[in-house]
């Protein structure tokens, strides 16, 4: 089963399968694993929505032995991020880890916590299944990309730096999203002779804020996949260079990425839409594990990143419904 609902809709989607092409895909970070969804997309009131109410214990896959990393453990891991990043001279890498929600004897309404991550994130691309014993569900804005088939046109955006909503930027933030606006901009004058790209401005997701710029060109449709595939893993999730920040990753983080900072791909008649899978979470029978990360510059502080992870964390902490 799978449910979404786009950025600034209403309207809650599922997929009712037929024998079409796929019409919503999600690919792991390191695109090793897929899973599709085919059929046509069919929009159900709240109310349907809440008919099919999945609660964690309609899940049969249990989380075992899991040691959740600490904050000395993930900032002692990330002085040596800090030195690797200045001996290899990189602009920015993206370290993730893993937040443990144990559910013990509380039961936890997936379907409800999702209507939560819908009302608490209008902007979000927001979404819940469970397929081949796996359960995800997330809410987050980046648009990796967006593809109208009528107009050819593209759009993406640049979307770094994280801090609470009531502070002011520095340095450290500017310094990190200006690579990611950089990369897509230089992949993008690849297909087209003009590329738009908006002024730098707040973008607003729940008690974070990030620094945001839009993109858009027309480029031809059969370049499109080809587009997505130098864009992903953006600097936004991964780091710059790509593959040395790829090998980076696997060498720090002791964890699979799975769909976390991967992608989702939704098509319809009129376009191609592709989201970055952040601010979401992998559940389990007796468990959740809540991804996050951020982007790791020569000048972080161990203890604000890690303290930046505790608030990305909130997104879906705060809208779990536990009954």
Not at 179 to 204: R, W
Not at 261 to 266: D, F, L, N, Q, T
Not at 282 to 303: D, K, R
Request: glycine share 4%; hydrophobic share 35%; aromatic share 12%.
């Amino acid at each position: 089963m799978i449910f979404f609902r786009f950025p600034f809709s209403e309207t809650i989607y599922t997929v009712e399968e037929t024998s079409v092409s796929e019409a919503v895909s999600f690919l792991s970070f390191d695109q090793s694993e897929k899973i599709d969804f085919k059929g046509t997309l069919k929009a159900i009131s709240g109310a349907e929505f809440l008919n099919q109410e999945v609660f964690h214990d309609n899940l049969n896959t249990e989380l075992l032995d899991f040691k959740e990393e600490t904050a000395r453990e993930y900032q002692e891991k990330l002085l040596n991020v800090i030195d690797f990043i200045k001996e290899n001279q990189l602009s920015k890498l993206v370290i993730s880890r893993r937040k443990l929600v144990q559910f013990n004897d509380s039961k936890l309404s997936l379907s409800q916590t999702f209507l939560n991550l819908c009302e608490s994130y209008k902007n979000a691309f927001v979404y819940f299944f469970i397929k081949d014993g796996k359960c995800w569900l997330g809410a987050f804005s980046e648009l990796l990309g967006k593809f109208d088939k009528k107009t050819s046109e593209f759009q993406t955006m640049s979307l770094a730096g994280t801090i609470p909503v009531d502070e002011n930027w520095t340095d450290k933030e500017i310094e990190e999203q200006k690579p990611v606006t950089d990369f897509i901009s230089n992949t993008l004058k690849n297909y087209a002779s003009e590329v738009y790209k908006s002024d730098t401005y707040d973008h607003i997701s729940g008690n974070i804020k990030h620094l945001r710029n839009d993109f858009s060109a027309k480029i031809s449709e059969n370049d499109l996949e080809k587009i997505i595939s130098e864009l992903h893993p953006t600097p936004a999730v991964c780091g710059i260079p790509k593959e040395i920040c790829s090998n980076a990753i696997e060498h720090f983080e002791t964890h699979p990425r799975n769909f976390y900072a991967g992608y989702i791909k939704v098509e319809t008649e009129e376009n191609v839409q592709y989201f970055v899978n952040l601010r979401c979470a992998e559940f389990f029978e007796n468990a959740a594990l809540i991804y996050v990360g951020g982007g790791i510059t020569a000048e972080s502080s161990p203890e604000k990143e890690w303290r930046e992870t505790e608030l990305k964390s909130e997104a879906v902490l705060k809208n779990l419904s536990f009954t």
